[in-house]
């Protein structure tokens, strides 16, 4: 069984401030790793990817991967009131049938 | 910019009673997808599609669930007989050069 651990939060930070949210994964094999973001009543929205170790950087957001300690990460610079949702981590593993496996996600409150 | 279509947006229906729930993937997409929500819960898989059929399915996808692709836009979850508990959000996705794109989903109330 595959994991994606997230901690469910709340997390709250002020409007500017840095926001980080972390992902932890469970199988060495995967080889995709994607941001959502989920607005209350709303759907996932794809807002980051990342394939490679490092950093990848997006506007205000960067994903960070360290594959050798299966950690994922998603830095929200500039934090504002309309980053506010929950946000998801997933991982793609084109070896199980494609299947994309999703963690719990964190919610984030962006305190203007 | 392409998107997956889901239709209805809101479905209610009595317990026992069946409901298909329509979604139209993005046209060149190859993996199709059917994910639910109860709401202040976790996005659970139900069941991935590829070349006209399952790929894989969760246990919440028991014999009561089915899914089809009757044309070749179209790709369709049916509950035979709805119970209380089936009360969610329904996502359609579909993914193409590995990346995982939601519809809007589909309410559905069983009462």
């Known amino acids: ?37 989920q607005y209350s009543g709303k759907s996932p929205e794809l807002i980051m990817f990342i394939y490679s170790n490092g950093d990848k950087e997006d506007g205000r957001f960067t994903a960070q991967l360290n594959k ?19 946000y998801l ?14 963690g719990t996600g964190t919610s984030l409150t962006v305190i203007p | 910019e392409p998107e997956v279509t889901q239709t209805p947006s809101h479905q209610v229906t009595q317990m026992g009673q069946e409901v298909i729930l329509r979604c139209v993937p993005i ?10 929500q109860i ?16 790929s894989e399915k969760s246990e919440i ?30 996502f359609c996705a ?5 990346k995982l794109f939601f519809g809007s989903g589909t309410q559905l109330s069983v009462l």
């Not at chain 1, 972390?22 to 199988?27: F, G, K, V």
């Not at chain 1, 990460?73 to 506010?84: A, C, V």
């Not at chain 1, 981590?89 to 999703?102: E, I, P």
């Not at chain 2, 089809?68 to 209380?84: A, C, H, V, Y």
């Open chain 2, 61 to 90: 996808f028991d014999d009561q669930f089915s899914v089809e692709r009757p044309d070749g836009s179209n790709f369709t979850l049916k509950i035979r007989s709805t119970k209380l508990e089936d009360s969610a959000m329904y």
């Open chain 1, 89 to 102: 981590c997933a991982v793609w593993d084109s070896n199980t049938g494609n299947q994309f496996y999703f």
């Open chain 2, 39 to 54: 709401l202040g819960q976790k996005v659970e898989f139900l069941v991935s599609f590829y070349n006209n059929e399952i």
């Open chain 1, 68 to 86: 050798a300690s299966q950690y994922v990460s998603l830095l929200i610079r500039d934090s504002q009131p309309s980053d506010s949702a929950t």
């Open chain 1, 1 to 37: 069984q595959k994991e994606v651990e997230q901690n469910s939060g709340p997390l709250s930070v002020p409007e500017g401030a840095i926001a980080s949210l972390n992902c932890t994964y469970s199988d060495r094999g995967s080889q995709s790793f994607f941001w959502y973001r």
């Open chain 2, 94 to 98: 579909s993914a193409g050069y590995e």
């Open chain 2, 27 to 36: 046209s060149n997409h190859l993996y199709f997808y059917w994910y639910r």
